[in-house]
């Protein structure tokens, strides 16, 4: 399904019923942090802390509206991109999840994989990883044959660039004049103040015109929802092409395919 992104009007819808949804984040605790704060305390989801078979905490939201509406929150194995390459690992986690929510399977969960892409050692797997990792429900028609789907959702940096926009306009500017060293990222969040618990309904509609603005200056004004692989090489080829990255979060992508951001006027090309 492709849609047009130039018409933005649209809204957040708390009481979406989104299923059963698996983030696995890069971060140890930022993005966990992050998602936490947005499912609980803007969506109103009711988190549940849940003790694995080792020992280890896992965190659970369940919609206070909608009981079928679970997010579950993870981190990836390492911090970096080689760890989506590890369909073992992956398979770890759901099994992990079947074990205090038997209703978990590979055919009804939907995952997302918010991960950087700001290191040149990733390169190698980038590409491959795009086009393979293009649909939040079912494995791409390339990959058919595997258990494991899922959109990688690969961002220039992140949880950084998502909490900027929350406050911030015209982040296609902002980047410009941003030399992308992470510590410095960090320092300007931190003199702003900015960090999840200030976010609201309506920092995240910013955030997401913010998305729009920036996609509309790289030349892309239209996503193709059900697979991503056109849409994030287009991403991935204009950072190339111009030697440069900008502040582009794309977690609110995962919010259009899950229908928690509700377009008025939307409709198919």
Known sequence: M???????????????????????????????????????NILNYEK???????????????????KNSKVFICNSKESNIKTMADREFIDKQIDILKNYDDEFNYEDISIYYLFDCD???DKPYIRELLDKYTNSREPSEDNKFDSIGGMLLLSYPSVESFIIS???????????????????????????????????????????????????????NKIEIDNTRKFSNEIYNYEQLHN??????????????????????????
């Open 119 to 121: 290191r040149q050692e």
């Open 166 to 220: 929350n406050f911030e306009v015209d982040m296609f500017k902002f980047s410009k004049r941003c030399n992308f060293k992470t510590q410095t990222i960090k320092e300007y969040i931190g003199s702003k103040g900015y960090n999840s618990s200030n976010m609201s309904k309506e920092t995240l509609e910013n955030s997401f015109m913010e998305l729009v603005k920036s996609l509309e200056k790289i030349g892309i």
């Open 48 to 66: 549940v802390i849940s003790i694995d078979r080792r020992g280890k905490r896992r965190l659970k939201y369940v919609s206070g509206t909608n």
């Open 2 to 40: 492709e849609y047009q992104i130039m018409n933005k009007k649209f809204r957040i819808n708390q009481n979406k019923n989104i299923g059963k949804v698996l983030y696995i984040v890069e971060g140890e605790k930022t993005e966990i942090k992050l998602l936490g704060h947005i499912f609980k």
């Open 244 to 269: 440069n990255q900008y502040l582009l979060s794309l977690l609110l992508i995962s919010f259009v395919n899950l229908g928690i951001i509700e377009f008025q006027e939307w409709g198919k090309i």
